[in-house]
């Protein structure tokens, strides 16, 4: 019996990226992004990550993939800011999109 596997990125810099493409290329799992509605560039981008991280925030995003609920496994990637899970895949779990049910 064969699993489905979703695996669900967000990268800031490419780095977290690359890895999610090398992995699920390997594995054979579809891929899944979490992108930023706001450009995170530069110092400020940085500033922003950090305060974003220290204070918890949630802040927007776009999700582009299938839905979750259709498949038998979820992987995450994410990068840790400060300590924390990076906000925007904070903001996509509390938003509780892995709890849909699939067709």
């Keep these: 019996m064969k699993h489905e596997v979703l695996m669900i990125c967000y990268s800031r810099t490419g780095t977290t990226l690359t890895v999610a493409r090398l992995l699920a290329a390997m594995a054979g799992w579809q891929l899944a992004l979490i992108e930023d509605v706001a450009p995170r560039a530069g110092w400020v981008g940085d500033v922003r990550c ?39 895949m904070r903001s996509y779990l509390r938003a509780g999109s892995l709890r849909t049910s699939g067709p």
């Design 50 to 88: 950090v305060w974003d991280a220290l204070l918890k925030r949630k802040p927007p995003y776009h999700y582009i993939g299938p839905p979750p609920g259709r498949f038998d496994h979820v992987v995450l990637m994410s990068p840790i800011w400060m300590g924390r899970l990076a906000s925007p």
